[in-house]
């Protein structure tokens, strides 16, 4: 469960030639996970992060859900099951970081490894726009990123979870 969910809160910034300086991204997202027997579940929602290791996912379909990462912390909350999950990380995975461990292949190809698993970024005018890699379960996951933007403000109080009354809170 840690390996899948480490890979979505990977990669979202890079650079082509030269290293971009980002401070902030944003973007719709649509994560597709492809199972050995071909069957798709496909997750839509929108993306944000602020340097330098501030990370929220929020997944709009096919369910409400929102994945905090801050430096090695992770919080999972599920509206539906009104319960927020609180994980420490291995390793420091927030995005930025992930870019910095990614190395040229070709063209608009790169890849960075983490915690033994290898992540393939797809790079376009120094944007991040796609990541693909096998999860633990031998799913392939393609993330895709659309509506990006760079640089512009968020507020820090985006990135702070604030549990609601009566959920759940579970410490793993």
Do not use: C
Not at 116 to 142: C, H, S
């Amino acid at each position: 469960m840690k390996r899948i969910i480490i890979g979505l809160f990977l990669g979202i910034l890079a650079w082509g030639s030269e290293i971009k300086i980002i401070q902030t991204f944003e973007a719709d997202f649509t994560q597709k996970l492809i199972a050995q027997d071909n069957s798709e579940i496909v997750y839509q929602g929108k993306i944000f992060a602020q340097s330098p290791d501030n990370v929220l996912w929020q997944y709009q379909k096919p369910i409400p859900k929102e994945v905090y990462i801050h430096s090695n912390e992770v919080i999972i909350y599920e509206p539906k099951l009104q319960q927020a999950i609180f994980s420490s990380l291995q390793e420091k995975l927030d995005i930025f970081a992930l870019v910095n461990k990614a190395k040229k292949i070709k063209d608009n190809l790169y890849q960075a490894e983490v915690l033994e698993q290898k992540y393939n970024l797809i790079i376009n005018e120094g944007i991040l726009e796609k990541i693909t890699f096998i999860d633990a379960l031998e799913n392939k996951v393609i993330i895709q990123f659309d509506k990006i933007q760079i640089n512009k403000p968020l507020k820090k109080e985006l990135f702070v979870f604030e549990p609601k009354e009566g959920i759940d809170l579970i410490y793993h």
